[in-house]
Each structure stands twice: as C-alpha cells, then as structure tokens.
C-alpha cells in the first residue's frame, strides 16, 4: 500500500498528502494550497475535502 497520494481539485494538483502514523500530512504543490501546508488530516477524504474548501476561497481571488 503506497504511503503517499495526489489531491486533485478540478483536475488541477492541490499537493500531495504522506501517511504519517495515522494520519495524512499535506504538501501543497500550488500557493492556493498553502494554507493547508503541513496540516494534519485524519483520512484522505478529510485532506481532500479542506483541498476542495480551499479552491473555493481562492476562487474569488483568481477573477
């Protein structure tokens, strides 16, 4: 079983999430994503729904 996983939100790469014990650390790989920069999530589903949160508030900021 891999130990790390790509978070995607539209097809676009939020970062990447490391198990770490049992939890999931996430890496951001764009700086919409930096706020979520070495936090802790109990699953991937977690990781994946604050990713999707995130895009949300930084959409504003894109137009």
Sequence with gaps: MSDAYV???HSR???IVVRDGRNYC???SH????SLER???GSLIAAQ???TR???E???RLQ
């Design 31 to 34: 700086h919409d994503f930096n």
């Design 39 to 41: 936090q802790e999530f």
């Design 49 to 51: 729904k604050a990713a």
């Design 13 to 15: 790469t939020a970062g």
């Design 58 to 60: 930084a959409r504003p």
């Design 26 to 28: 996430f890496f951001a």
């Design 54 to 56: 995130c895009a949300k």
């Design 7 to 9: 978070i995607e939100v």
